[in-house]
């Protein structure tokens, strides 16, 4: 049992997905998928590839953004407009488990591919579409990126100061949302086939995806009719819970329930808070928040962070400096957990990757993570396998034009990493996102 347990990959060892999406929601599922243990088959236009590849900055000419969403992946070139190129996705189709797609609506069955189609050729087929506004309702044919659905979500109203304009997420999350409810999705369906034998079809859209993670803001307005406003860095309805001052800098504090509270109270030498009738319940301490704030912030004012640190740390209080994104990445608990991973990637060379935040014991050894592909690095290795194509075939296709495969010695600086392909290129698929 010990051999069998070490050759696995992860609990998804076995399944196989046909990945057609592009830029990040779908590859971000699909990475999910793979480190997990799916063999994950990313079809790319031959000319150029995921429009990622062409982001900088770039390490060698490749590109970070690429590097950081296709990981555990194989990579196919091909020209999926065309007759043989479909017929090839096909043939790759009824050998894989899920179909993951983030195309408009209406394209799958133009390039005759839908659902319908799959399914003749893979009947028990998962297909997962990831589009802007979903595949039925009267913005379907819509295009939208992250931007468009932070905006349509109400998620940019609530994201700001009070006095200050609607702000965009610093993160993507309208996309990196999409890519968790697909990979949610296709999980379920897996299971869903395991007990039914059925395969079905996941219909996706990234606003209803994004407005599905407002949780109690979107139930603040629906229990009240009224909209929640932008709060900076503090909470909509707990005092004290966000941004506050320091001697030399800022830290946050997060006193979620009373116990934090009356800790915190004693660790800065004002327990006389805890008793006092306008601070005493989280009822009160909303209704008294801009006395509180105020009281505390003075507080806060007299130590440095790293002093409150330690206080705060020794009274057991919810609290954190403010790093910026490299102090994130290189803090002792994220070295220890070993969160960032390295993989040696054939032109970039070896590279540092953020890794899994998942952690699984005694079902299975963790495995070393496999570099981004270059851009059909694996197009002949799957044609022979899923597609049954001989040696011969595949030289007449990359004659045709149908399908390339990767340099066999790649140059550090060339391809579709250059800036000016990052500037002129505009693929086809670019043109049906959703």
């Known amino acids: 049992m010990t051999a069998l347990v070490s050759k696995r990959r992860g609990p998804l060892s076995g399944v196989r997905v046909l990945d057609l999406s592009r830029v ?16 994950v088959i990313k079809i790319e236009d031959r000319e150029g590839g995921d429009q990622t590849r ?15 969403n296709n990981r555990n992946k194989k990579s196919v070139a091909l020209d999926a407009r ?52 979903g595949s039925t309702g009267p913005m379907c044919d819509k ?54 034998g059925r395969g079905c079809r996941v219909d996706l859209s990234l606003l209803e995806g994004l407005m599905g993670l407002l ?20 909470h909509h309805s707990i005092v004290p819970y966000g941004l506050v001052p320091a001697k030399d800098g800022h830290l946050v504090l997060a006193l979620h329930v009373g116990t934090f509270w009356r800790n915190f109270c004693r660790a800065i030498g ?43 740390d020794a009274a057991d209080v919810p609290h954190g400096p403010v790093n910026n994104i490299g102090q994130a990445l290189n803090q002792d608990v994220v ?30 050894d963790a495995q070393p993570l496999d570099p981004p592909p270059l851009l059909g690095e694996h197009t002949r290795e799957v044609l022979q396998e899923l597609a049954g194509l001989a040696e011969a075939d595949i030289e007449r296709l990359i004659a045709s034009g149908v399908i390339s495969m990767a340099e066999a010695n790649p140059s550090p600086t060339a391809g579709p990493g250059s800036e000016t392909a ?7 698929g670019e043109k049906e996102m959703q």
């Not at 062409?54 to 950081?68: K, L, Q, R």
């Not at 949780?215 to 503090?234: A, D, F, Q």
Request: net charge negative.
């Open 215 to 234: 949780g109690y803001l979107g139930e603040m307005y629906l229990v009240t009719g009224e909209n929640p406003g932008r709060m900076g860095s503090s």
């Open 335 to 364: 070295r220890a957990r070993g969160f960032i991973k390295e993989t040696r990637h054939p032109v970039a060379g070896t590279v540092r990757v953020v890794g899994s935040p998942l952690h699984f014991a005694g079902c299975y």
């Open 54 to 68: 062409t982001i900088p900055p770039f390490v060698n000419g490749e590109s970070h953004y690429f590097i950081a």
């Open 270 to 312: 004002r327990e006389d808070l805890v008793v006092d009738p306008r601070f005493r319940t989280v009822k009160d301490r909303f209704k008294n928040r801009a006395e509180l704030e105020a009281m505390i912030n003075d507080v806060m004012l007299t130590r440095t962070v790293a002093e409150w640190q330690a206080i705060l």
């Open 422 to 428: 990052a500037r002129d290129h505009t693929s086809a």
């Open 24 to 39: 990040l929601a779908g590859p971000l599922c699909s990475m999910i998928l793979g480190d997990l243990g799916a063999e």
């Open 82 to 133: 065309s007759p043989e190129g479909r017929e090839l996705l096909l043939k790759i189709a009824a050998g894989c488990d899920v179909v993951l797609e983030n195309f408009r609506p209406g394209v799958m069955d133009r390039l005759g591919l839908g659902y319908e189609r799959l399914k003749e050729a893979n009947p028990d087929i998962i297909v997962c579409s990831i589009s802007g506004f």
């Open 143 to 196: 295009p939208s990126f992250d931007l468009v659905t932070q905006a349509l979500s109400g998620v940019m109203s609530i994201n700001g100061h009070p006095d200050g304009p609607p702000t965009k997420l610093g993160l993507p999350l309208g996309d990196i949302g999409g890519g968790l409810w697909a990979a949610i999705g296709v999980l379920a369906a897996l299971a869903e086939r395991n007990a039914t």
